[in-house]
Nanobody, 125 residues
Framework: QVQLVESGGGLVQAGGSLRLSCAASGRTFSSYDMGWFRQGPGKEREFVARITPNGARTYYANSVKGRFTISRDNAKNTMYLQMNSLKPEDTAVYYC??????????????????WGQGTQVTVSS
């Protein structure tokens, strides 16, 4: 069992930055692939980024590539999402998730077994 808690969301102007954190409980965090997803108003949940257990490989949605950076600190059981050059279309609830099958490339939400409660990010124009 893994519990995930996101933090760091808020209101920011377009062009600004935010860093989201995802704190995980349990000893198995370092064994899992981790991901960030988001769900905007009236939209389906969509993939944002994914990172392998040791952080060696990362994957991004085209919409955030070059602006967002996913990272993790296994010693702190924490994953991060650094978001720069934010746009109004980045407004969404951001969720962290754990995929217990490591070294994968899945971007599908159903592949992730554990989810946080989400943190709101609002980007004003």
């Amino acid at each position: 069992q893994v519990q995930l808690v996101e933090s760091g969301g808020g209101l920011v102007q377009a062009g600004g930055s935010l860093r989201l954190s995802c704190a995980a409980s349990g000893r198995t965090f370092s064994s899992y692939d981790m991901g960030w997803f988001r769900q905007g108003p009236g939209k389906e949940r969509e993939f944002v980024a994914r990172i392998t257990p040791n952080g060696a490989r990362t994957y991004y949605a085209n919409s955030v590539k070059g602006r967002f950076t996913i990272s993790r600190d296994n010693a702190k059981n924490t994953m991060y999402l650094q978001m720069n050059s934010l746009k109004p279309e980045d407004t969404a609830v951001y969720y962290c998730a754990a995929d217990t099958t490591p070294w994968g490339t899945s971007t599908a939400p159903y592949e992730y077994e554990y989810w946080g409660q989400g943190t709101q990010v609002t980007v004003s124009s």
